[in-house]
């Protein structure tokens, strides 16, 4: 099938605003306009660091993003590459708790305007979810648990905050190593309640297509997932390569969408301004 160019963009990409972000802004633009993409939008980590007296250990992000001079770099991108692409100005926001606290003052104090926030959860305890390391002691079906529930309660709170547009790579935990498949009926309970409480807010989920080429092989979450989400009413989904590398900017968009027709969606959601409007496909 052939799909318009406007519905192949890619909502989650990571720049060298990004710790873990190995190409600039410009690469990343020039290498969705060489895969015939539509448009992208950025989202670079949002993550604080936390306070010294916080209740429990968590992640600490080398930087914390540049507000002025990523707003300066997307403005300048815009007059040179908009013409041929649409540039989304967007943010991948930790749900973390000491996140959440941090998320508004700094949204006030920068001024910031997004078109699209992405919430994310990475890390319980301060160690990252798609590793061994957290998966290993408690076991798959143990850590999966664990990660779902600190996953709704961040959910939740950014929900109060009105802080996120759409929930990203909901089973991240799949992609431990050590994880093995997973299968949505060892985990139907608390992944239902997550669905169920993003579309009760008017939230999107998104389809991250890094997990065909990780572990997993498959997207997050997997097709079982993104049925249930449909047959619960959910209606808003997007496309997001997680790309840390222009290498992979946009990469699989084209299959996602035929993955996102067999869940049973006949049309995509698009953000601007934080307000989604919907293409067919």
């Known amino acids: 099938m052939t799909y318009v160019r406007d519905a192949l963009i890619d909502y989650h990409i990571h720049t060298t605003f990004s710790e873990d972000g190995r190409s600039s802004p410009e690469e990343c633009a020039a290498a969705a306009v060489s895969r015939g993409l539509g448009g992208v939008t950025f989202t670079e980590h949002l993550e604080f660091i936390p306070d010294l007296d916080d209740p429990e250990p968590a992640y600490v992000p080398g930087r914390v993003l540049s507000a002025a001079s990523y707003l300066k770099a997307v403005t300048t991108l815009r007059r040179t590459w908009g013409q041929r692409i649409t540039i989304g100005l967007g943010a991948e926001l930790g749900l973390e708790p000491h996140n959440l606290k941090a998320y508004e003052p700094y949204v006030r104090k920068h001024r910031l305007s997004f078109d699209y926030v992405l919430g994310s959860f990475h890390s319980v305890l301060g160690t990252l979810v798609q590793l061994s390391e957290f998966t290993d002691p408690l076991g798959p079906k143990a850590a999966a ?94 496309v997001g390569s997680d790309s840390h590398a222009a290498s992979t900017v946009g990469l699989e968009s084209a299959r996602a969408l035929e993955f996102i027709r067999a869940a049973g969606f006949t049309r995509l959601a698009l953000f601007s301004d934080r307000k989604a409007r919907f293409v067919s496909i």
């Not at 009105?162 to 050590?178: E, N, Q, Y």
């Open 145 to 238: 648990r664990l990660y779902f529930e600190r996953l709704l309660e961040g959910t939740k709170r950014a929900i109060e905050l009105k802080a996120c547009d759409v929930l990203g790579h909901l089973d991240l935990v799949k992609r431990s190593p050590s994880f093995g498949a997973f299968r949505l009926a060892n985990h139907r309970h608390e992944v239902e309640e997550i669905l169920r409480t993003i579309i009760a807010a008017g939230m999107g989920l998104e389809v991250n297509t890094s997990g065909w080429r990780q572990p997993p092989r498959e997207p997050y979450p997997g097709l079982d997932t993104l049925k249930l989400y449909r047959r619960l009413g959910g209606e808003i989904v997007t």
